[in-house]
């Protein structure tokens, strides 16, 4: 069943990843572009190291609206921790700390979110209801987040499909993690509360390619609405796989579109393996029925090794626990992941629910070298009757930690005769992921009690709907069309400006798309490059500018400087702006160059022109059509030639 | 099943729409809508503070949403999907070397569950399902339980307040080690007075609690001071009437404070009790007791205590505010008040235009007493001439006891006697504390943020 072996990254084909039944789905998440928080009053956006005071809290798991706990909140219930917020001033107020409930949703958010799920083509709901979604990690100190959907359903085009939407909420972004070590972890809170929505996709993309060009459309399309915040952390996606015979698992917080492709490639290959170490577990016979583990204190008899890590934590007062896994030598090499092995599986949920954070944190009897002396691996496995076919593993701590770590692994190396645990996991650098939480399901969510459903009125919907933009794969073929170069599109089509260009290309203005389309795109960046505050610029501007130009007021060249002028001053004097010349004003100016050009002597006369053309077009700049002048003098000088000088 | 049952919450359109379609509430169903919309789900009870023209879906995700009724094109029923919410029940276990501690209950939310009804939580309170929920309990002490009401603080009234006291008695006379009150915290300091009064020289602790933060949610108090009171009733030498909340919002440590000198100052922060004019009776968390005085009442084993469970309910409060016109001190005598607290302003003060209605009330045999809205200080009505005029008025200066306090205290005296001197003789007489002789400096905190040293303190120590 599980022939198949994964090649490198770079050797995968789209037949490969379909015959280990590759499937994935993204979660995106995109900050909107408030003034304020969603359920407070806080400015949004604010982001500072510092703080004023601290906070304490624990985290203990509370039963679901149909009666259930959720398996995420017991495990990290286990884990105890001390979580500290530390709390700025000017950022968090007492909604952030959990000590005054919630005020009304931000209205301004939850009309973006409508909109977004309008580009989605989802149904929007007709009534709001708010959710409390458990975490007890800590990374909201109510323990959970507040979270209602805003719509159902919706799709994109991709490809020759579409990829379809299971749906779209409202949520409150959670704290920032500033460290994690042993039993205690603290956050930033500044983050906490800005309102983000969160598009959750059925998993139906095929390779790790095709995950990362869909979340780059999902991207575009909310970029488009010109409402949400861009920048590191503004959009963060959390990305399901999975694999024939798998389980859907969830790397967290992929803060990178191109990280996706090794990422995903990098789980469905950690599952697939898994699933072939379960088959040769049990072709030796090694099922959940049959499995076998127990562990003991063995503090005394390596009480006197050299190996650091245990003898510090012997001079500590710590205690040693080993785990004998039947039947397992050998199978904590397997691999997982590029360069990853199956003991790793097995040290990340020991430093994450026993909270054994120093690494390393375990060592094993399939690899001995530079751990204990061989003489102490001899005693050890004697004391722990063991035979060529068993495992040892080795972990220490405090006596709660080294009980909790001894027991998760031995949970842990039971799971791998089951299959694939439901879990979330961190994105590494390196493309690896490694355990962070189990898997949330339905039973973490419940109603909040503090906010009343609210409705969403039709008129509401309608308003929304008729500013909001065209989707981008529609903008993107119109502009095709429109002749504007392939190089503009994609950003013209997710440009805040984009309704001023469909504007100004039609009636009655009319003007020149590729002009509008290079204008809209290309100056800003020119703008900021003179260290303008472009983000000053609105529709008003350009619109302004564009009619100038449209009826003759100011040339092409003069729409540039007005939109510096703008930036500079705050706004355009039309009287300073340069008129375009008359006819009459350019033959004059042309007959003056000719004239100045004619009484000096040339080292290079082949030049003459582009001289000629220097001398005029700097004293117009902005007034005249270059292409006119350059006609005009290439006549001249033509016909100064056919007069024989 | 009755139609309320089977559509719980639902009325008028939606109803009908149910009706037609054959859903039910927990229905699992997939429904269409006019505007071509689909969604699948379960069909949950309505709140009937809620409109009438949505009906609630909850979907695979978990997550609820509303749909409008009069937009429902069909309902496919799939199948039925009840809820069956229980906190998991473990038999509290039984350790011989442990106290035996009660715990009443009359509302609040230390373990609770959601009311579909109203939307909002209803407690869940057997000793199973606290053991359930909070395992350490089973560390401290053998705990039994007794729901003795179920309503929010605010209708927590004379009928309780008597039924609790006796209840209290009932159990110090079987022997019990400590009593712990589960109460709403709004006015869980009302209640700490008045069993002040009505249970005198209790030879164990008895301790109120509640929580800021309600139990359904992870980060709630509920479980914390739950712990704590639990300890603080089983183990601590303190035999009083105490309020065991949160100190700091954070989840460090709780304090004791004395029933009579306790008030809510925030509507809502977990820290929210403090003891005004004085100093707490001790810290505590789940390790250790450390009292921070020793003038306290101690435990002892005899069973000679005072039940006094009586309460006058013609007694009202008035909080005075400047252009306050007479006839509001009228309507009350009018009414057939028996006593009046004012809580006045400064020192304790009210306008001239009054002055008449006071004298109305002594001609009518009404008791008067003066308290203060500044909370913390005394009624010093000999300072100003205005203070002396009152008192010739037959206004009684009630010292530094809490407006709240001095109310509860009042209904108690006149309960027991309507002879004004006995009354007076009572109210002036401090059973535990309720009035000081002195007040110390660092009975008054309210420290002020902003200011540079006291951004240091905050800074250093956890809130």
């Known amino acids: ?645 | 099943m009755e139609d309320k049952e089977l559509f719980k919450g639902y009325s008028s359109i939606t109803l009908d729409v149910m009706k037609k379609w054959g859903a039910f509430v927990w229905s699992d169903i997939d429904v269409e809508t006019s505007e071509g919309s689909k969604y699948s789900g379960i069909i949950l009870p309505r709140s009937e503070t809620a409109d009438k023209l949505h009906l609630v879906l909850k979907m695979a995700t978990g997550y609820n949403i509303g749909i409008r009724a009069d937009k429902i094109s069909s309902i496919v029923i799939k199948g039925r999907k009840v809820a069956n919410y229980k906190i998991p029940e473990k038999a509290f276990p039984y350790d011989k070397g442990k106290p035996r501690v009660k715990l009443f209950g009359t509302g609040g939310t230390i373990a609770s569950r959601l009311d579909y009804r109203t939307g909002a939580v209803i407690p869940a309170f057997s000793p199973g399902e606290l053991y359930g929920s909070v395992p350490e309990l089973a560390d401290y002490c053998n705990l039994e339980t007794e729901k003795l009401y179920g309503v929010f603080s605010e209708n927590m009234g004379p009928e309780q307040w008597i039924g609790t006291a006796n209840a209290i008695a009932k159990e110090i006379e079987k022997g019990v080690k400590g009593i712990v009150i589960g109460h709403g915290t709004d006015t869980m300091h009302h209640t700490a007075a008045i069993l002040s009064f009505m249970i005198q020289n209790s030879p164990v602790p008895i301790v109120m609690v509640g929580s800021q933060r309600s139990s359904d949610r992870p980060s709630s108090d509920a479980a914390l001071n739950l712990i704590h009171a639990v300890k603080a009733a089983g183990e601590s030498d303190i035999a009083e009437v105490m309020v065991c909340m949160f100190g700091p919002t954070s989840d460090s440590y709780g304090l004791l404070h004395r029933g009579t000198r306790v008030r809510k100052m925030h509507s809502s922060y977990r820290s929210t009790f403090r003891t005004i004019g004085d100093i707490p009776l001790a810290m505590i968390d789940r390790n250790k007791i450390s009292p921070l005085r020793q003038d306290y009442k101690r435990r002892r084993t005899d069973n000679n205590f005072i039940l006094a469970p009586y309460f006058e309910e013609r007694v009202g409060m008035v909080y005075y505010y400047p252009n306050m016109m007479p006839d509001m001190i009228d309507s009350m005598i009018d009414s057939g008040y028996k006593g009046i607290v004012i809580a006045g302003t400064g020192l304790g003060h009210v306008n001239k235009p009054l002055y008449p209605a006071l004298k109305r009330a002594k001609d009518k045999g009404v008791a008067v007493y003066m308290t203060v809205q500044t909370l913390w200080g005394y009624v010093q009505m000999y300072v100003y001439e205005t203070g002396r005029e009152m008192m010739d008025l037959g206004v009684v200066p009630t010292a530094n006891m809490l407006p709240e306090v001095a109310y509860m205290k009042l209904c108690w005296a006149l309960g027991q006697t309507s002879d004004l001197e006995k009354v007076k003789e009572i109210m002036l007489d401090p059973i535990n504390g309720e009035t000081t002789d002195r007040e110390p400096s660092n009975g008054y905190l309210v420290y002020q943020g902003g200011i540079p040293e006291v951004e240091e303190f905050i800074s250093k120590f956890r809130k």
Request: with cysteine; proline share 5%.
């Open chain 1, 1 to 645: 069943m599980y022939d198949f072996e994964f090649k490198p990254f770079d050797e995968m084909t789209p037949e490969d990843y379909a015959r280990v039944g590759f499937m994935s789905g993204l979660e995106v998440h995109q900050q909107l572009l408030t003034d304020q928080k969603l359920f407070c009053r806080c400015p949004a956006g604010k982001y500072q190291k510092s703080y004023n005071a601290e906070i304490l809290r624990h985290m203990r798991p509370t039963l679901s609206e149909l009666g259930e706990y959720d398996g995420t909140a017991l495990m990290e219930f286990k884990t105890k921790k001390d979580i500290i917020y530390r709390i700025h001033y000017d950022t968090v107020c007492t909604y952030e700390m959990d000590d005054t409930p919630p005020f009304q949703i931000n209205e301004q958010a939850l009309d973006i979110a409508i909109e977004v799920g309008m580009l989605l083509d989802a149904y929007i709901v007709d009534e709001l209801h708010i959710a409390r979604k458990q975490y007890l990690d800590g990374s909201i100190p109510t323990g959970f987040q507040r979270t209602a959907i805003t719509s159902v359903g919706g799709r994109i085009p991709y490809k020759d499909r579409y990829i379809n939407i299971i749906q779209m909420s409202i949520e409150e972004d959670s704290c920032r993690e500033t460290s994690d070590v042993g039993h205690r972890r603290v956050y930033l809170t500044d983050r906490l509360g800005m309102p983000l929505i969160e598009t959750v996709t059925y998993p139906e993309m095929k390779t790790p390619q095709e995950v990362a060009e869909v979340n780059q459309i999902l991207r575009r399309l909310v970029r488009s609405t010109g409402r949400v915040r861009t920048g590191v952390g503004a959009g963060r996606e959390d990305v399901n796989v999975s694999v024939t015979g798998g389980t859907r698992v969830e790397i967290k917080g992929v803060p990178s579109i191109k990280r996706i492709p090794l990422l995903t490639y990098n789980e469905a290959m950690r599952q697939w393996n898994l699933l072939r170490m379960r088959e040769s577990l049990a072709n030796k016979g090694i099922t959940p029925e049959t499995f076998k583990a127990n562990f003991e204190d063995v503090t005394k008899i390596i009480k006197k090794t050299h190996f650091k890590p245990i003898a510090d934590a012997i001079q500590n007062g710590f205690k040693v626990n080993c785990v004998k896994l039947d039947g397992f030598a050998g199978y904590l090499k397997w691999q997982t992941q590029t360069d990853t092995y199956f003991s790793k599986e097995i040290s990340d949920r020991v430093r994450v629910i026993a909270c054994l954070t120093t690494l390393p944190n375990i060592i094993h009897s399939d690899n001995i070298s530079e751990t204990l002396a061989s003489a102490e691996w001899v005693s050890l496995k004697k004391f722990m009757n063991v035979t060529a076919d068993d495992a040892l593993i080795l972990v220490w701590g405090d006596d709660a930690d080294a009980l909790m770590g001894a027991n998760e692994i031995i949970i842990r190396a039971r799971e791998a005769t089951i299959g694939i645990p439901s879990e979330t996991r961190q994105a590494y650098p390196d493309g690896t992921n490694g355990f962070e939480r189990i898997l949330p399901g339905p039973e973490r969510m419940y109603p909040d009690t503090d906010l009343p459903p609210k409705p969403i009125t039709d008129e509401r919907k309608k308003l929304i709907r008729s500013r909001a933009p065209e989707q981008i794969w529609i903008r993107t073929q119109k502009y095709t069309k429109l002749g504007v170069p392939d190089d503009l599109i994609e950003e013209l089509a997710i440009s805040r400006f984009a309704s001023s260009f469909e504007m100004l290309v039609a009636e009655p203005f009319n003007i020149d798309p590729v002009f509008v389309a290079t204008a809209i795109i290309q100056y800003p960046k020119r703008l900021r490059k003179r260290g303008l505050p472009i983000e000053k610029l609105t529709h008003d501007e350009f619109e302004r500018v564009f009619k100038l130009y449209s009826s003759g007021k100011i040339l092409k060249d003069a729409v540039l400087i007005a939109l510096d002028m703008f930036l500079r001053n705050g706004e355009i004097d039309e009287s300073k702006l340069p008129s375009p010349c008359t006819d009459e004003e350019i033959n004059i100016r042309v007959g003056m160059a000719m004239k100045q050009i004619n009484h000096i002597t040339l080292i290079n006369p082949e030049k003459k022109y582009e001289i000629v053309m220097g001398i005029i077009m700097d004293d117009l700049r902005g007034r005249v059509d270059g292409k006119m002048v350059s006609k005009m003098v290439s006549s001249k000088l033509n016909s100064e030639m056919s007069n024989g000088r």
